[in-house]
C-alpha cells in the first residue's frame, strides 16, 4: 500500500519561512499522479493549497500565491512546499495528497478534489504573531 509522509512542520514566527517534505513510499509511480498540499483548520473544510503535475504544471491558491513554492523531485518520489512570509492565519495541519493525473488520455490538472485518492498523515504548522 502506497503512504505519504508528510515531515516538517513546526512553530515559525510570523513573517518566518517553512519548508515541507512528502514522501511518498517505493512503488509510487510519480509520474501517474497529480501532487498537492492541502491545510485544514478545526472547524473548517480543507483548502488545497497548490499542486503539481510532473510536466511541471503548478496550481496555486490565492492564499498561496506569491509566498509558497512547490517543488518535486520525481527521482526522490519526494514534493515539497516552501511557505515564506507566513501569516498566523497560515496556521493549519498540513496534507499532502495524490491524485491520478489521467483518465485514459486526458490530463486533469488541477484535479477535482474528489479525485485525491492518496493521503499523508499531516503535518502541524503553528505561525505565533
Known amino acids: 500500500e502506497v503512504q505519504l509522509v508528510e515531515s516538517g512542520g513546526g512553530l515559525v514566527q510570523a513573517g518566518g519561512s517553512l519548508g515541507l517534505s512528502c514522501a511518498a513510499t517505493?512503488?509510487?509511480?510519480?509520474?501517474?499522479?497529480?501532487m498537492a498540499w492541502f491545510r485544514q483548520v478545526p472547524g473548517k473544510e480543507r483548502e488545497e493549497i497548490a499542486c503539481?503535475?510532473?510536466?511541471?504544471?503548478?496550481y496555486y491558491s490565492d492564499s498561496a500565491k506569491g509566498r509558497f513554492t512547490i517543488s518535486s523531485d520525481a527521482a526522490k518520489n519526494t514534493v515539497y512546499l516552501h511557505m515564506s512570509n507566513l501569516k498566523p492565519e497560515d496556521t493549519a495541519v498540513y496534507y499532502c495528497?495524490?491524485?491520478?493525473?489521467?483518465?485514459?488520455?486526458?490530463?486533469?490538472?488541477?484535479?477535482?478534489?474528489?479525485?485525491?485518492?492518496?493521503w499523508g498523515q499531516g503535518t502541524q504548522v503553528t505561525v505565533s504573531s
Open positions: 495528497a495524490a491524485a491520478p493525473a489521467y483518465q485514459g488520455d486526458t490530463l486533469y490538472f488541477p484535479p477535482a478534489t474528489d479525485r485525491y485518492q492518496i
Open positions: 517505493s512503488g509510487f509511480l510519480f509520474g501517474d499522479y497529480i
Open positions: 503539481i503535475s510532473t510536466h511541471p504544471i503548478t
